[in-house]
């Protein structure tokens, strides 16, 4: 008896419906140009929006840390993984999220794994974007309660589904900018909802912290609603270039995570090196506000140039989907892009549903306009001459 036979046979079928995941080993540190294949790559794929996760300042002050406090901290949170480094970032992050307080997690997917199950147990409803990142999937199937899932930033579809369940506490959670479609959540609505009907609303910021607002503070500044949101979760991963994942909001939201949530409780802290390096990104941030401007310049320009190149383009952030249908046609372009020296993968299902494969080019603040443009001649051919 064959033990393996179904898994075998599943990832027989994900190759061949053009769904099998291959690991791509990039041979460089990550940044705007990476070496792939032994070649040079323009990088139109990573979450290092502010091109921070090689930066020499942020490594010089990584390297003292590392001289001082070493490699790991030797525990969880609450027992031997807090240090100094730990308590800066979080009073880092509360400033610069214009909360009272802010806790760190291991990952913006323990953050979300943590957090939902820990506000929301049984007899709760969340209501929950049908496009949310898989974390918040998770975690609200990880809480004993009940997920609501609403039509795509649809506000009507939201009050109608609340209006349901007249009386019963909850949640409301969305992306605040969508992982894949780099579309923004319609916050003004989301939170008067909230408010209305007396729910909690929590935002995941990981793709909007150093990209929305003027000086890359997210959502809320994007919309002129600073303090509005109850809940603020991101990453530290992709414009902050480190690792880890964050909550911000009022003290009584911490101190009760902190004693709920199991996946800060239970889980080895962040290496202090980690930390002390989101630290140092977010204060260069606001020391260099030229970079969150050129990220933002230069959305405005790939976007233009895409169009340009007969691609409908359009997004306020920095991730731009290049839609394209088929499974293995997106494979295809993508692999004809990688040969030019384009590197942008194709995102497939389940990452979005089946027939919707997709290109999702991520920018950064280090792209030149002229790479941006050579970029997205490439893709027009790309696309016109393979779909
Ligand atoms: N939320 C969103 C919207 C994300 O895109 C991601 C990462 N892909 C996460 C949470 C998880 O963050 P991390 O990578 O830090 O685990």
Redesign the pocket.
């Known amino acids: 008896m064959n033990k393996w036979r179904r898994i075998e046979e599943e990832l027989q079928s994900l190759q061949e419906q053009h769904l099998y995941r291959e690991i791509r080993v990039i041979e460089s540190s990550q940044h705007a140009h990476v070496r792939y294949r032994n070649r040079d790559m323009l990088m139109l794929a990573s979450?290092s929006y502010l091109d921070f996760c090689d930066e020499e300042r942020i490594k010089a002050y990584a390297a003292q840390v590392l001289t001082e406090y070493g490699t790991g901290s030797g525990g969880s949170r609450l027992t031997t993984g807090t240090t100094v480094c730990h308590i800066q970032l979080e009073e880092a992050l509360a400033r610069f999220k214009g909360r009272e307080s802010a806790m760190v997690f291991?990952?913006?997917?323990?953050?979300?794994g943590g957090v939902l199950p820990a506000l929301c147990r049984g007899g709760d409803i969340i209501y929950s974007d049908e496009l949310?990142?898989?974390?918040?999937i998770d975690g609200c199937r990880q809480s004993r309660a009940e997920t609501v899932i609403y039509r795509h930033n649809d506000m009507r579809d939201l009050e109608r589904k609340i209006r349901e369940h007249p009386g019963q506490p909850g949640l409301i959670v969305s992306?605040?900018?969508?992982?894949m479609d780099g579309d923004m959540v319609d916050l003004p609505g989301l939170v008067e909802l909230a408010d209305t009907y007396g729910l909690l609303s929590m935002i995941?910021?990981?793709?909007a912290t150093g990209v929305v607002g003027n000086s890359g503070r997210g959502c809320e500044e994007y919309f002129h609603m600073e303090g509005r949101t109850d809940i603020l979760?991101?990453?530290?991963?992709?414009a902050i270039g480190a690792?880890?994942?964050y909550v911000c909001g009022s003290r009584t939201l911490t101190e009760y995570l902190k004693n709920r949530a199991r996946s800060y409780i239970f889980s080895t802290s962040l290496s202090p090196v980690t930390v002390a390096a989101a630290k140092r990104a977010l204060e260069l941030i606001e020391e260099e506000p030229w970079r969150v401007r050129r990220l933002q310049e230069n959305i405005r320009w790939f976007c233009r140039e895409l169009q340009k190149n007969g691609i409908d383009a359009h997004s306020e952030t920095a991730i731009i989907p290049i839609r394209i249908g088929g499974e293995e046609k997106a494979v295809q372009v993508s692999e004809a892009l990688l040969e030019q020296g384009f590197f942008i993968p194709a995102i497939r299902y389940p990452t979005v549903k089946k027939g919707e494969a997709m290109l999702r080019a991520a920018l950064m603040a280090t792209h030149t306009k002229e790479e941006l443009t050579a970029a997205a001649a490439a893709i027009g051919r790309a696309v016109n001459c393979l779909t």
Not at 106 to 112: D, I, K, M, R, V
Not at 132 to 136: D, K, L, R, V, Y
Not at 175 to 179: L, T
Not at 233 to 238: I, V
């Open positions: 979450n291991n990952t913006g997917f323990a953050a979300n949310n990142h898989a974390s918040i992306d605040g900018v969508f992982s995941d910021e990981a793709h979760m991101g990453t530290l991963s992709k690792e880890g994942g």
